[in-house]
């Protein structure tokens, strides 16, 4: 009898120790808690960085732990998302993603891994889930005294388009800049040398769209009477006669660098007003720094991390990524051929908006790479490179076989449109119907901005003879699984 409750017993032990061995140490189990736990503390993150964006945080250290909060949170959602590709790359190779697709367009996905070479978009699941997550626990841990201080900051009032930059949180993720451009206006100075900022950064990062979100802001606008906008062609013709009342805020773009003595001759002008102003230079020279009073601020691209939440939230809009997992996976892809462009970013997501479908997505995707690997070809230089600095790109590939040549010329000066008007075509619409195409030249739209300051991003299409070019047996596939 001793024998057999010994043996049960012996049993019972082993069962539990095999038990808390399954539990602890299984490695998909391990996965999984870690996934519960980091989705939890991107929830959280998410919600005090999203009130942050509607305070007025003055003090500097907060806005220190703000951008280490906002960092690690996008970490998170890029390691998420890359954890959760890599588990449906996983199931995609056993079984047939979409039962609802037939034959040859059945399984799109893994003709586009097989030749993109996507299933190569791998990492060390395991230890990049671990990092994030103990990032965002570094961030978190003193959350609390951040939130009760933050609760002392005075909310920002919010005006229509705030609600079209907020809605999916992602303003640019200028968060930390955005602050520090609202302090350095509303701090009072008195008469005499204006103080000067300099916002400093490369082309089309969102230096003018942030000046004119801040000028926007219901504070600022109440502390200035006005705001004056110069460039390097007047700055030194300043009418300081007009200034006489009212706080003055005088934004100036340099696109080159300026000569000290014109730099002198505006500062002396901006110093013998007799109320208070101050300036901001806007420009992508480092060396106009020299003629800041204060620290300047530097905007870059976004880091990768934010690039790709920033991008996700454009494509999906209003729709759920848990509904389209399959499409989830091409976000990455659009990514790296995007080279962080905003513009690039705001156009391609603007189309695939239209349409949320597997093969769809993979058709853009395909013709965007199709014209990435043409201009590089052509010009050896990188798509989003030649898009920056606007100069000419071939974007024929992007319409579906056969098309006639779509070369993008840089937009025509303010003097060449008023003397002739031309046919407006933005290219969302051309690429779902490209009869709208007109016979001539013509101006394509490429992104338009719905807020302040209603940016426009134009090319000239010249006319060309409407020649149609060869098509291949690739193109006539892309243009199946797309029409």
Known sequence: MDAVLSAAAGDLVSRFFSFLVNMYWDPARL????????????????????????????????????????????????????????????????????????????????????????????????????????????????????????????????????????????????????????????????????????????????????????????????????VLYLNGANFTKIDTERCTSGRRLVVVTFVSDVDDEDWKSFYQAMTSIRVESKVIIISRMESLTRYGTVKPIHLSKLQHEEYSYFFKTLAFGSAQTKDHPNLTLLIGEFNKLLGGSFVGAYSIANILRRDLSLQFWLCILNRYKNVTKTNLSMFGEHLSLRVRIRYPVDFTNFLPAPAAPLLLMPPRTEAEVFEKKLPKLRIGDLVVDPTLRPKGEFDLVTWESQIPPYTEFIYHVPYCAQKQPKTTLRRKRDATICL
């Not at 697709?101 to 060390?124: C, E, M, Q, W």
């Not at 900022?197 to 801040?214: E, R």
Request: with cysteine; aromatic share 8%; glycine share 6%.
């Open 31 to 226: 996965e999984e808690q870690h996934m519960e736990r980091l989705q939890q503390l991107l929830l959280r993150a998410h919600t005090v960085v999203e009130e942050a964006d509607g305070r007025y945080i003055t003090n500097s250290d907060m806005l220190i732990q703000l951008k280490m909060l906002a960092r690690a949170m996008y970490q998170g959602y890029h390691v998420l998302d890359t954890f959760k590709c890599n588990q449906l790359v996983k199931e995609s190779s056993e079984e047939v993603m979409d039962g609802s697709l037939v034959s040859y367009i059945g399984t799109p996905l893994k003709r586009f891994r097989a030749n993109a070479g996507v299933s190569n978009h791998k990492v060390d699941s395991s230890r990049d889930l671990q990092g994030a997550l103990l990032n965002l626990e570094t961030a978190v841990s003193n959350i609390t005294e951040f939130v009760i201080l933050l609760s002392g900051c005075e909310r920002m009032v919010r005006r229509p388009y705030d609600t079209y930059l907020y809605v999916d949180n992602f303003m640019f993720s200028r968060r930390t800049e955005k602050q520090q451009v609202i302090n350095f206006l509303l701090q009072h100075n008195p008469l005499g040398s204006p103080p000067v900022l300099p916002i400093i950064g490369g082309s089309l990062v969102g230096k003018k769209t942030l000046v004119t979100h801040i000028w926007n802001d219901e504070k600022v606008r109440s502390y200035f009477s006005s």
